[in-house]
């Protein structure tokens, strides 16, 4: 799940009058309409509507996907009637929209409402959204919890497809294959996508399709941590410390003209852990193995209390004691829907070439 909130330290003051939770409502899609021209310039018709207590409400998200307007609450859920409310201000400002609630505030973050009559039939319902070109399917309900596609990864997406064609790529931490088939439809001729989920590496597979570009993908299920290290050429056991590892794929070594690394701020698996707060650079190390000398890692870290130039400086550092001094580290920023008011935005992303 992508984090919507605040850096530590900000306060903002929440309307609880339904007036006043839907001028805000309001005032966020307004302030997005020049950059929803540009995005649809750009053949994407999905965006961020209301980025949180970014601005002003903590705890809910708006994001349009096409024909869809998702709404999630995160802290608390939201009565029938300013949900109607909200429905009413997207009608009137971005017409043709089906409006989904999911209330998300229950314990981990599951979806915790049921959805009745209309939003029943919009929230099942198969759809496509399309972002620089490329079509991804989308609903606003399934089996998960998270959307199938992360917006603020958007400009990520854009930067990989620029340099993509002829590329190769490593995709991991997958999810449904956004950058993969993002990358795939930019004309990579290889592109592996990872992930432990088989049910999200499947809407990967559907997106593919979609594309027309599966010949080139391929999804592949598994533990990040046993494909990297094998990828780079190092040997992972069967067994630890006499206790017998899950099976995992055998793979030959392989280096790649661009890695994505976009882990979850924390997993445990008996390969390893992720913990993109305390150590990023467990993970990083065997990642390094598998770029190119004339490739480019971008890394993500989407935890907002991580300082970005603290995160840069444990990039450098990794890579220096590896053996893979980093030669330039560009810093890819959200477009203007994921606004942070206090220069700390939960997603920091790094292109990082060797």
């Not at 999911?102 to 973050?109: C, F, I, P, Q, V």
Request: hydrophobic content about 40%; charged content about 25%.
């Amino acid at each position: 799940m992508r984090p919507a909130s605040l850096g530590q330290g900000e306060q903002l003051t929440v309307p609880t009058s339904v007036t006043g939770l839907t001028d805000m409502v309001r005032r966020a899609i307004e302030r997005r309409a020049q950059l929803a021209e540009r995005l649809l310039s750009e053949d994407t018709d999905c965006y961020r509507m209301l980025h949180g207590a970014q601005e002003g409400l903590p705890g809910v998200t708006l994001d349009r996907y096409g024909s869809l307007a998702l709404l999630q609450t995160f802290h608390e859920p939201l009565p029938d009637a300013v949900v109607a409310a909200i429905d009413a201000v997207v009608d009137a400002l971005v017409p043709g929209l089906d409006l989904v609630y999911n209330d998300r505030s229950g314990a981990g973050s599951r979806v915790g409402n049921r959805l009745a009559g209309a939003q029943r039939v919009a929230g099942k319902a198969a759809r496509a959204t399309r972002e620089h070109g490329v079509r991804f399917h989308i609903r606003g309900r399934h089996r998960g919890s998270d959307p199938w596609l992360f917006l603020d990864l958007r400009t990520t997406r854009r930067a990989i497809m620029g340099e993509a064609s002829g590329a190769s790529l490593l995709n991991l931490f997958a999810y449904t294959c956004g950058v993969g088939v993002a990358a795939a439809f930019a004309g990579a001729h290889r592109v592996l996508n990872v992930d432990f989920a088989e049910s999200s590496l499947a809407v990967g597979v559907d997106n593919a399709v979609l594309n027309g570009v599966h010949a080139r993908t391929t999804e592949l299920v598994s533990d990040v941590f046993p494909v990297v290290r094998q990828l780079g050429g190092m040997r992972q056991p069967a067994v630890d410390r006499g206790r017998r590892l899950p099976p995992f794929p055998r793979l030959e070594p392989e280096s790649f003209d661009l890695v994505c690394l976009d882990p979850p701020p924390v997993a445990r698996s008996p390969f390893g852990v992720v913990d993109i707060l305390r150590d990023y650079q467990t993970l990083l190390k065997p990642v390094l193995r598998v770029v190119s000398d004339s490739g480019a890692l971008y890394c993500t870290n989407n935890l907002a209390r991580v300082a970005e130039d603290e995160w840069h400086a444990v990039l450098r550092r990794c890579a220096e004691r590896h053996g893979r001094p980093v030669r330039s580290l560009d810093v890819i920023r959200p477009d203007d829907d994921f606004p942070s008011l206090d220069g700390r935005p939960p997603l920091k992303v790094a292109r990082l070439t060797f």
